[in-house]
């Protein structure tokens, strides 16, 4: 009798454990750290295609007191914060973009120079298929005087939105052309690589379950050889 009770108690920590640990997976998925992976190219050079990130969802959560603010590590928007959002005209879309524009303020474009309330931000991270100016280039990605690549704005920021951008400016769906970002589609700020895999483009362009078994057998065959090891824990900035 005792060593049968002993194994039901045993069995009954062993399944507790497993059901507290699926809880606090699901709460840390849900509401502290999620996965993200790159699929386009509106990031580059900073965030490449394949790239895999975590996301801290928590940092930016809405809190009830003053208590809490100083209790928890919550923060607040920042200019060129890279962010992970739900993209407002399909919010099923995951999309991220670099915070450029804060509530209230001015945000203009020209010749691809960003300008804050009428002064030019510093903006190292940008990134150019054609300098800034130039109008000469391929028809592909010819620049021109009514290109908002080219000249944008001045719009003013409403309240609880943000102006984002992609760091390949010339290459980046963002608010330039389907406007702001409502403060409730913002999932997280995006931390830091944690894994990134060199697989072909189209692997990440196509959709569906053949593209899913595509990409597993593409990991499985070329996993050391296309993981690119130099962008292990790469902090995201």
Known sequence: MADATFKKSTIREYFESIIIAVILAFFIRTFVVQAFKIPTGSMEENLLIGDHLLVNKFVFAPTASGVERTMLP??????????????????????????????????????????????????????????????????LHEVTSFDVRERYGPVTV?????????????????????????????KGKALVIYWSYEAEREDYQEGGLGATLKGFASVFVHFFTRTRWDRMLHQIH
Not at 88 to 116: C, T
Not at 168 to 183: A, I, K, T, V
């Open 74 to 139: 919550v923060g607040t928007l920042a200019r060129r914060d890279v962010i992970v959002f739900k993209y407002p005209e399909e919010p099923e879309r995951d999309f991220i973009k670099r915070v450029i524009g804060l509530p209230g303020e001015s945000v203009e474009l020209r010749e691809k120079k960003v300008y804050i309330n009428g002064k030019p931000l510093d903006e190292p991270y940008v990134h150019f298929l054609e300098p800034p100016g130039t109008t000469a280039g391929s028809e």
């Open 158 to 186: 409403p309240p609880n939105q943000y102006f984002v951008m992609g760091d390949n400016r010339d290459n980046s769906q963002d608010s330039r052309y389907w406007g702001f970002l409502p403060r409730e589609n913002i």
